[in-house]
T-cell receptor, first 114, second 116 residues
Framework: AQSVTQPDIHITVSEGASLELRCNYSYGATPYLFWYVQSPGQGLQLLLKYFSGDTLVQGIKGFEAEFKRSQSSFNLRKPSVHWSDAAEYFCAVGAYNQGGKLIFGQGTELSVKP | EAGVAQSPRYKIIEKRQSVAFWCNPISGHATLYWYQQILGQGPKLLIQFQNNGVVDDSQLPKDRFSAERLKGVDSTLKIQPAKLEDSAVYLC??????????????FGPGTRLTVL
């Protein structure tokens, strides 16, 4: 069965510092991978997605993620964090034979120190 | 373009009462999803509609939860009777195509349900 693990429940970084949020997935075939962000009181917004091709994916708001098949990982990165990036981040996995169904990780809450 | 609309935004009920949530997806979107997000967890899919037909309701607790999507547009999710463990945020999402995994899902702001 598909599963997604986000090992870090909460991360705090200083404004201007770099960020990496970890995501590991379990799936037998090539997964479809997504990162979503959820601000307080808001719905989820798609940051980026990976289906195939170049394993380094660029998204909105300056985020990028790298698919590493050998490590079953899809980590999210940003070179310089802004205070407005404070939110909860969710990694999700889908598959070609699952319709639109997504399996979400438990989320990582990001706090940004001034 | 208007986003996914949900109402109410907040609801507090006593256990064993019933409650209903409403969702209006983005215009023209064929697929509609209801997710349950318990505090500290990621969203979990409850039911997926394509137009007005059910694609996946394998994780919907059918003894107490029901959902419909009349005319393939708006949808309602009902809980009757509610239990304490139903306290969660209920998210509605929609996507343009017919439930293809590569299709972007757009989420509404959610309804926060508290069951006392």
């Amino acid at each position: 069965a598909q599963s997604v693990t986000q090992p870090d429940i909460h991360i705090t970084v200083s404004e201007g510092a770099s960020l990496e949020l970890r995501c590991n997935y379990s799936y037998g075939a090539t997964p479809y991978l997504f990162w979503y962000v959820q601000s307080p009181g808001q719905g989820l917004q798609l940051l980026l997605k990976y289906f195939s091709g170049d394993t380094l994916v660029q998204g909105i708001k300056g985020f990028e993620a790298e698919f590493k098949r050998s490590q079953s990982s899809f980590n999210l990165r940003k070179p310089s964090v802004h205070w407005s990036d404070a939110a909860e981040y969710f990694c999700a996995v889908g598959a070609y034979n699952q319709g639109g169904k997504l399996i979400f990780g438990q989320g990582t809450e990001l706090s940004v120190k001034p | 373009e208007a986003g996914v609309a949900q109402s109410p935004r907040y609801k507090i009920i006593e256990k064993r009462q019933s409650v209903a949530f409403w969702c209006n997806p983005i215009s023209g979107h064929a697929t509609l999803y209801w997710y349950q997000q318990i505090l500290g967890q990621g969203p979990k899919l409850l039911i997926q509609f394509q137009n007005n037909g059910v694609v996946d309701d394998s994780q919907l607790p059918k003894d107490r939860f029901s959902a419909e999507r009349l005319k393939g547009v708006d949808s309602t999710l009902k809980i009757q009777p509610a239990k304490l463990e139903d306290s969660a945020v209920y998210l509605c999402a929609s996507s343009l195509e017919g439930g293809i995994s590569t299709d972007t899902q757009y989420f509404g702001p959610g309804t926060r349900l508290t069951v006392l």
